[in-house]
């Protein structure tokens, strides 16, 4: 291990060298930026897999909605295999526009409308036109996409894998530099424990505050599980064995939480945004049990429903600040109309 390391150290250095060129044109306007008349909010982060975004963009899109605002989302569309301007629609899948954005437009419907471009400026202006009557974009996952400058940048990192501990791509997981941090005008830490120290939390910040700038509000929050939904199937039967499907980045504590609660049977863990198969389906009706899964690996499900005899359950997650969501929403409001 120690020798794979030292081996991709140089690659990380030289990447690290790329990505730092890349933002330092756009900080000296050598490459621009364009900036939208609409409410922008980006939420995003520095390092690849899963810090909690779609739970914190629902959030927001709950938020939204409360408040009575017409809203769109727009992501790239991770793992699809479309190209360019979509917007989500009933026929969807998760191949045609992501898993994410197929879950948004699951849950919220015709309340929020969702679009997946790869060049978010032209998803942009694509949605403008498409809906004039948008009052704010939530740009899920667009930190690194410089060519767009968002009205506010939302930081998200993981309590247990912060960014400030990190290393650049492949020797560790960053997609830029740890001074990237510095572009974010507002920090979350998520999946934190429930409780924090005041002492946990001053070393955090005294971590953040070596690359954030200066002032920047931060924010703490955990995940939060809800009762299991019928996705397919009969209804649930909490003494039931499941199996246990899972292909998210960082599996770990939704397995813990799930075999805190049921009787788990047998698992499935896949890599990250894994596309079920053929020969997945044939697998788990082959095991004649009820299947237990997250709100993201259900999506991806769907276009198997026809072929699926077991029924499929998954458990949807919300984020809980641990304080200060009043005065986290204060801070988006007044950086939106600054």
């Not at 629609?89 to 309340?111: A, H, V, W």
């Not at 509000?217 to 909490?238: A, H, N, R, W």
Request: hydrophobic share 40%.
């Amino acid at each position: 291990m120690k020798l794979l390391s030292f081996l991709l150290f140089p690659f990380a250095c030289l990447y690290n060298a790329i990505t730092l060129f890349r933002n330092l044109l756009y900080d000296r306007g050598f490459l621009k930026s364009e900036i939208f008349n609409v409410s922008t909010i980006c939420v995003g982060n520095l390092r690849v897999g899963g810090t909690g975004k779609t739970p914190f963009i629902e959030f927001l899109i709950s938020e939204f909605l409360s408040s009575g605002k017409k809203i769109s989302i727009l992501s790239r569309g991770y793992g699809r295999k479309s190209k360019g301007f979509l917007e989500a629609n009933q026929n969807s899948t998760s191949r045609d526009i992501g898993d994410e954005p197929l879950q948004y437009f699951l849950k919220y419907k015709n309340k929020v409308n969702v679009y997946v471009d790869e060049k978010r400026p032209h998803g942009i202006q694509s949605i403008l036109h498409t809906d004039f009557k948008t009052q704010a974009i939530l740009l899920d996952d667009a930190f690194q996409h410089r060519p767009l400058k968002a009205r506010v940048n939302i930081l998200l990192t993981e309590f247990k894998r912060p960014f400030y501990e990190d290393f650049l791509l492949p020797y560790g997981r960053l997609r830029e530099s740890r001074s990237g941090a510095d572009r974010a005008d507002i920090i979350v830490i998520t999946k934190c424990p429930k409780t924090l120290s005041s002492n946990e939390t001053g070393k955090i910040e005294s971590q953040i505050k070596r690359y954030a700038k200066i002032n920047t509000p931060i924010f703490y929050t955990s995940i939060k599980y809800s009762e299991p939904i019928m996705g397919i199937g009969k209804q649930i039967v909490i003494s039931e064995e499941f199996v246990l499907v899972c292909g998210i980045d960082n599996p770990q504590p939704f397995i813990s939480y799930v075999e805190t609660k049921f009787v788990i049977n047998s698992k499935r863990i896949y890599k990250d945004h894994h596309e079920f198969t053929n020969s997945d389906i044939y697998d788990l009706n082959q095991l004649n049990l009820p299947v237990l899964t997250t709100e993201k690996d259900f999506v991806r499900f769907k276009k198997w429903q026809d072929k699926l005899i077991v029924p499929v359950f998954y458990i949807p997650i919300k984020i809980d600040f641990l304080k200060g969501k009043d005065q986290f929403l204060f801070v988006l409001r007044e950086k939106l109309n600054a």
